[in-house]
C-alpha cells in the first residue's frame, strides 16, 4: 500500500489566486516528482527532486515552482493561477539509486481555474 | 533519446474477451519497462514491470514479456472483467544523462468493459 497524499483533492479558483498543492510520502523516499495531465490523459513530467533542497525541471515547462524543505514534503505553487493551469496534478515519490524503482503515485488534486 | 509508443485508445471489449494492448519503445540500452494502470478518479499504480530482456511481468492476470529483437512489451490477459475498464499506460525508465530514472510515459489507452 502506497503512503503517498495530496491536498486538496478538487480545487476551483479564479484566476491571478495564488495556490499550493500538497503532497506528502510517509515511505521515506528521496525522489519525487511531479506531473501535469492532460484531458487526453497524457502525462508531463514538469518538476522532480533528488531530495531535500533538490529540484530540477521536468520535460514540461510549467510556471509553477516547487521547493523541498523536508524528505516527506514537496508542494507546488502557483504564484497566479490561470484557465490554463486547469488541469490534474498527480506527485509521485521512488526510491533514488535503482534503475526499476517503482513509482508510487498519489490520488491527484484536480485543478480548475475560472 | 528514449520514447515509447502504445497503441492509442479507446479500446471497447466484452467481459471476458482477450485482451492485447502494445507497447513498443525506443531507448539506448536496456531499460526496465512497466506498466502502470489509472482507474477512473485514481492516481496511476504499478501493474508490472520487467527488468530484463525475456523477463515476463504479471500480476492481475495480466502479462506481458520484454522482448529486446523486437523492443516491445505488449500487455495481455486472458478474460477481461468489467473491473478492468481504466487507463493503461507503458513507460520506460531513463538509463542515462541528466534524468536518469525518471520514467518516459507513453500516452495511455483507455480500456472500457462492458458486461
Known amino acids: 500500500e502506497a503512503d503517498i497524499y495530496q491536498t486538496p483533492r478538487y480545487l476551483v479558483i479564479g484566476t491571478g489566486k495564488k495556490i499550493t498543492l500538497e503532497c506528502s510520502q510517509t515511505?521515506?523516499?528521496?525522489?519525487m516528482y511531479w506531473y501535469q495531465q492532460d484531458p487526453g490523459m497524457e502525462l508531463h513530467l514538469i518538476h522532480y527532486?533528488?531530495?531535500?533542497?533538490?529540484?530540477e525541471k521536468g520535460d514540461l515547462s510549467s510556471e509553477s515552482t516547487v521547493s523541498r524543505i523536508r524528505t516527506e514534503h514537496f508542494p507546488l505553487t502557483l504564484e497566479s493561477a490561470r484557465p490554463s493551469h486547469t488541469s490534474q496534478y498527480l506527485c509521485?515519490?521512488?526510491?533514488?539509486?535503482?534503475?526499476?524503482?517503482?513509482?508510487?503515485f498519489g490520488p491527484g488534486t484536480r485543478l480548475t481555474v475560472l | 533519446g528514449n520514447s515509447v509508443t502504445q497503441m492509442e485508445g479507446p479500446v471497447t471489449l466484452s467481459e471476458e474477451a482477450f485482451l492485447t494492448i502494445n507497447c513498443t519503445y525506443t531507448?539506448?540500452?536496456?531499460?526496465?519497462l512497466f506498466w502502470y494502470v489509472q482507474y477512473p478518479g485514481e492516481g496511476l499504480q504499478l501493474l508490472l514491470k520487467?527488468?530484463?530482456?525475456?523477463d515476463k511481468g504479471s500480476n492481475k492476470g495480466f502479462e506481458a514479456t520484454y522482448r529486446k529483437e523486437t523492443t516491445s512489451f505488449h500487455l495481455e490477459k486472458g478474460s477481461v472483467q468489467v473491473s478492468d475498464s481504466a487507463v493503461y499506460f507503458c513507460?520506460?525508465?531513463?538509463?542515462?544523462?541528466?534524468?536518469?530514472?525518471?520514467?518516459?510515459f507513453g500516452k495511455g489507452t483507455k480500456l472500457s468493459v462492458k458486461p
Open positions: 520487467a527488468t530484463k530482456a525475456d
Open positions: 509521485a515519490s521512488s526510491e533514488w539509486g535503482r534503475t526499476s524503482q517503482t513509482q508510487y
Open positions: 531507448a539506448t540500452g536496456y531499460p526496465s
Open positions: 527532486s533528488y531530495g531535500v533542497n533538490s529540484t
Open positions: 515511505m521515506g523516499h528521496d525522489k
Open positions: 513507460a520506460l525508465i531513463q538509463n542515462y544523462g541528466g534524468s536518469q530514472g525518471n520514467l518516459i
